[in-house]
């Protein structure tokens, strides 16, 4: 596992700085080579674009939506000092989306007790190919052992759909702690959070 010098300093955490570039890499025996950059948005939105547009990506909430209208939207997250969003590759080809966000600076702050150190991500895989084992936990984990390697995060939070199930046994599985329901415009979410030591825990009883 890899991990570049942070270029914006102590002062904010290193996946929260673009100007860092690639800076995350990891093989996973048996799996495969895993890293993470920085959206781009010329290079990367046609293709996250057909990504949010087709059916497994419903509780992405950008289906029917223009490529003008995605890459507005991502350039405004980049433009967002507390949020930044990446993409993931395995073996070099682009598998999945990642936005990062600081919880007590986001929106969600207002709906629980945020606290200095609380940070959050949104997943979207690639569409779905030929099935490789464990594909997605590897790629969970990664995120997670990207965000845990930063000191300042104390501890991650998540706030998926409701009706989603598939990613409530991620999350469980991971080590989140599930809370109460909280209503955002958009969606019912539930609400979830995993500290270093749950998740550490979580991946030794697996």
Same mark, same amino acid.
């Given at each position: 596992m890899q991990q570049q010098r942070n270029k914006c300093g102590d002062h904010i955490p290193a996946f929260l700085c673009p100007e860092n570039g690639t800076f995350f890499d990891k093989i996973i025996p048996a799996a495969g080579h895993f890293h993470l950059r920085p959206l781009q948005l010329e290079k990367d939105i046609p293709l996250i674009h057909e990504w949010v547009n087709k059916a497994y990506a419903v509780y992405w909430q950008l289906q029917n939506s223009t490529?003008?209208?995605? =890459?507005?939207?991502?350039?405004?997250?980049?433009? =967002?000092?507390?949020?930044?969003? /990446?993409?993931?590759?395995?073996?070099?080809?682009?598998? /999945? +989306?990642?936005?990062?966000?600081?919880?007590?600076?986001?929106?969600?702050g207002k709906y629980y007790d945020a606290q200095p150190g609380d940070y959050g991500f949104h997943i979207l895989m690639s569409p779905p190919a030929a099935p490789i084992k464990n594909f997605t936990w590897n790629v969970? =984990?990664?995120?997670?052992?990207? +965000?845990?390697?930063?000191?300042?995060?104390?501890?991650?939070?998540?706030?998926?759909?409701?009706?989603?199930?598939?990613?409530? +046994? +991620?999350?469980?599985?991971?080590?989140f702690e599930y809370q109460h329901f909280i209503t955002l415009p958009e969606k019912t979410a539930h609400l979830a959070f995993c500290s270093r030591e749950s998740y550490k825990t979580a991946l030794e009883n697996i």
């Open positions: 490529i003008e209208k995605v =890459t507005a939207m991502y350039a405004d997250l980049i433009k =967002t000092p507390h949020i930044q969003p /990446f993409m993931g590759f395995y073996n070099d080809q682009p598998a /999945f +989306l990642v936005e990062f966000y600081d919880a007590e600076k986001d929106r969600i969970f =984990t990664i995120i997670m052992d990207f +965000l845990f390697n930063d000191a300042s995060v104390k501890r991650l939070i998540v706030e998926p759909d409701a009706r989603n199930e598939k990613i409530h +046994l +991620l999350n469980k599985r991971a080590g």
